[in-house]
């Protein structure tokens, strides 16, 4: 199965940022957009896993970050990956603190545990908003959300399974950083 770890956006941060990508669905063409459900930020991604593996996999991630701490951070611009030449993607920068950091590398260490690869690419926290195809007009006219602060509490276990419509995610495991469950 096609797993990959996430920070879940506050509903209300969510509903802010969904309000704003309704805004710019009529001046940015070429963009199939995430819906509001699949708005996160992936702190991992670990690609085709065995079924076998996830108790494992649970506990080193949940170990690590239970009771960590929450994130702070805000929005901050707009992202196009693999970069402006050929964007695949639109997504949202969010700005990184310190807090990200050490939650990133909290779950990195826990992959390692289990056999991952060390991640080689640099952590940037940002939200996916839409999958980019054909031309692509590009976003310079386009105006970014207010620089919204937020405050991450969960993050989780994240199954992506692919179709013809793009990807359905189900959690399948969930960690409060404050503490708990």
């Not at 940022?17 to 708005?39: D, N």
């Not at 506990?59 to 239970?66: L, M, N, Q």
């Not at 007009?137 to 386009?142: D, F, L, P, Q, S």
Request: aromatic content about 8%; overall charge positive.
């Amino acid at each position: 199965m096609r797993l990959f770890i996430a920070a879940f956006l506050p509903e209300e941060t969510k509903d802010a940022l969904f309000r704003h990508v309704q805004s710019l669905r009529s001046s940015l063409r070429g963009v199939r957009w995430e819906p509001r459900e699949k708005l996160h930020v992936t702190l991992r991604f670990l690609g085709d896993v065995d079924e076998s593996r996830l108790e494992s996999i649970s506990a080193d991630v949940g170990s690590a970050v239970r009771g960590s701490g929450g994130i702070d951070s805000a929005f901050d611009d707009f992202c196009l990956f693999p970069g402006p030449r050929n964007p695949r993607v639109l997504a949202l920068g969010l700005v990184k603190t310190g807090r990200f950091q050490s939650v990133f590398d909290k779950v990195q260490e826990a992959v390692l545990r289990n056999g991952f690869e060390k991640e080689k690419r640099k952590f940037i926290p940002h939200v996916t908003l839409g999958r980019i195809r054909g031309s692509f007009e590009g976003i310079a006219k386009v105006s970014r959300p207010h620089r919204a602060e937020f405050h991450i509490t969960r993050i989780g276990l994240v199954r992506s399974e692919l179709g013809p419509r793009g990807s359905r995610y189900t959690r399948l495991g969930e960690w409060d950083l404050q503490g708990g469950i």
